[in-house]
Every structure is written in structure tokens, then in C-alpha cells.
């Protein structure tokens, strides 16, 4: 009996629940990256061409993101000594060349988010190119280099956005859902670093109304949110895994909720031993533990179904 109760009692803790995460800086337990998507009002455009100047409120919804949270979000990161990671549509870099100017002042790093916030499996090989290089031509002009890292917008990731990522240089990519530490995605000759996460890092499952985006997402209390981000950074914690968050500065950036992200940001500061950093230093370390061989990470090969499966070639 007692050898029984031996084994339980904290088991969490004590069994291996990630196979093989990847040694972090300075011995350090888990990486953090809080990400925040700024899609501005590049969504109701993208919704709504010709109607979208006749949707004030919910346009009013969205320009706060750049407009009023963005700064305070930036704020709030000198306070820490944070430095961390945006994506933004290339047409948002256009509207909004202040806003990046101050983005990179503080030393943060910008991500490729498309051109319009366009859902790349909904188009041809050819549309998927184009938007993408227009956003990295866009990237050069304003930035003054090319992005190293990429997320589908709404996480619409295409058969044909890998080879087009690697085609074009791009080191990593954080659109998908795949693991709980970095992976590599290979086309079966070059590969990129995986930056993966999942809704749960979301805030729009807590946050989201916009009718004329038809998201009636139920308002959760920040304290809610938090809870679940916890959570999952105390698992990450635990286990040695990636914790990455998708933010969006028009929901996250209202008062109330960064202000319940600043107290879980001094939580994971007291709880120590973390690696704050933006998704290129990850997708760094990661590179170089590979070209070490110091570390191994698991591969995934694309494409997985070059054709539809023949089991369901004649229907049900
Ligand atoms: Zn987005």
C-alpha cells in the first residue's frame, strides 16, 4: 500500500509529459513569447470591400488596436525589459508607418502577416505568391529588410505555403498547432522551424464580439483569460515546452486585460527561470541547436497528402 501511495502525489510534476524538449538558454525552463496580431481594420475590409466605410462602430473596434493599445501595449514592454513580436499585415505597415517606426525604436521584432489579411488556402499557388511578395516588398520599404517570420492569417496555412515560405527565405513559421516545443517543417530538401500553438493562446475565443464579423464569442472576465494563459505557461513550465500567445491589440490591449497580462507577466517573473524572447531568437536557438546536433527535433515532411486519399475516390 504505501509503495502505491509512493507514485502518486504531485505525478505531474514528476513524469516526463514532453518526449524531448529542447535545452533553453541558461538552463532556463520554458521560452515565453507573448505574439500579438495586428490586423487593425484590415479584417472588415477584407469582409466587407465596398461596405466597410459604412461599418463605423465596428471600424472604431478595430482602429484601437493601433490607434490607443498598441502604445500602451509598448509601454507596458519597457516597463519589463521586454522584447517581443508583432505581425502585421502588410497593408497595416502601410496605414500605419508611425506605429512600426515605434514598434522597432523599442527594439521588437515584426512578422509577415500577409498583405490584407488574406486566407491563403482559399487561393490559387500563383494569388498566394503574389500577396506574399507584395507584403515583403512592403517589409523592405518600410523596415528596410526582408521578415524571417511568418503566420497565415487566421491561421489559413495552404498546401502551398511551405514551399512558398521557403522559396522566399522565411526562417520560421507560427501558424500551427502541431507540438508543444519547436519542430521543423521540410519540404524533404530545406526546412524551417515550427513555432507552434493552439486557440487556447488565443484571445479571441475570450474576447471576440464583432456582428458584422458575425463573432458573438460569450465576454469572459480578463481573470478568465488569465487563467487558461496561466495554466498552460505553468505546464510549459513543468514540461520545458514553447508558450506562445496570439494577441490581438484591439481585444487585449483594452485596460482591463492588459492590466490582468502585466500581473501574469510579474507571475511568470517571480516564478523564475524563464526565457522571454521574440519567435526570430527562438527560431535562432533552434537553428543552431540543430546545426549542432545538439538537440534533434522532430520533423514533419510536406507534402503529407499530395492527393486526396483513394479510400473515399468513389464517395461513401
Ligand atoms: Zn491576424
Given at each position: 500500500m504505501s509503495e502505491n501511495k509512493a507514485k502518486v502525489g504531485n505525478v505531474k510534476s514528476r513524469v516526463?509529459?514532453?518526449?524531448n524538449p529542447p535545452p533553453w538558454p541558461d538552463g532556463k525552463r520554458c521560452a515565453v513569447a507573448f505574439t500579438f496580431d495586428e490586423d487593425a481594420e484590415s479584417i472588415l475590409h477584407l469582409a466587407h470591400h465596398k461596405n466597410a466605410s459604412n461599418l463605423v462602430t465596428s471600424m472604431s473596434m478595430l482602429q484601437y488596436g493601433p490607434r490607443v493599445a498598441t502604445p500602451r501595449i509598448l509601454t507596458l514592454y519597457r516597463e519589463f525589459g521586454l522584447k517581443q513580436t508583432f505581425f502585421i499585415p502588410g497593408w497595416c505597415i502601410e496605414k500605419y508607418p508611425n506605429l512600426v517606426d515605434a514598434i522597432l525604436r523599442d527594439g521588437h521584432e515584426i512578422g509577415h502577416h500577409g498583405y490584407i489579411h488574406e486566407h491563403p488556402n482559399e487561393l490559387s499557388y500563383d494569388r498566394e505568391e503574389y500577396w506574399l511578395c507584395r507584403a515583403i516588398d512592403v517589409f523592405e520599404r518600410y523596415t528596410g529588410s526582408r521578415p524571417i517570420g511568418y503566420r497565415a492569417p487566421s491561421y489559413?496555412?495552404?498546401?502551398?505555403t511551405l514551399p512558398l515560405l521557403l522559396k522566399h527565405g522565411f526562417?520560421?513559421?507560427?501558424?500551427?498547432?502541431?507540438?508543444?516545443v519547436p519542430y521543423l517543417l521540410s519540404n524533404g530538401n530545406s526546412w524551417l522551424v515550427e513555432l507552434s500553438t493552439h486557440y487556447?493562446?488565443?484571445?479571441w475565443a475570450h474576447y471576440m464580439v464583432a456582428r458584422d464579423l458575425n463573432y458573438m464569442m460569450p465576454i469572459k472576465a480578463p481573470s478568465h483569460a488569465i487563467e487558461v494563459y496561466r495554466s498552460e505557461f505553468d505546464s510549459a513550465w513543468r514540461h520545458g515546452a514553447l508558450w506562445i500567445t496570439v494577441w490581438h491589440p484591439f481585444l487585449s490591449g483594452r485596460l482591463a486585460r492588459l492590466e490582468a497580462i502585466s500581473d501574469l507577466i510579474e507571475y511568470m517573473h517571480e516564478k523564475?527561470?524563464?526565457?522571454?524572447?521574440t519567435l526570430g531568437e527562438i527560431a535562432s536557438h533552434i537553428e543552431k541547436l540543430v546545426e549542432t546536433g545538439a538537440w534533434s527535433p522532430r520533423v514533419e515532411v510536406f507534402p503529407q497528402y499530395p492527393t486526396p486519399i483513394p479510400e473515399l475516390e468513389n464517395g461513401l
Open positions: 516526463k509529459l514532453v518526449a489559413r496555412f495552404s498546401r502551398n526562417r520560421y513559421d507560427a501558424s500551427l498547432f502541431g507540438d508543444d487556447a493562446m488565443e484571445d523564475g527561470g524563464v526565457w522571454f524572447a
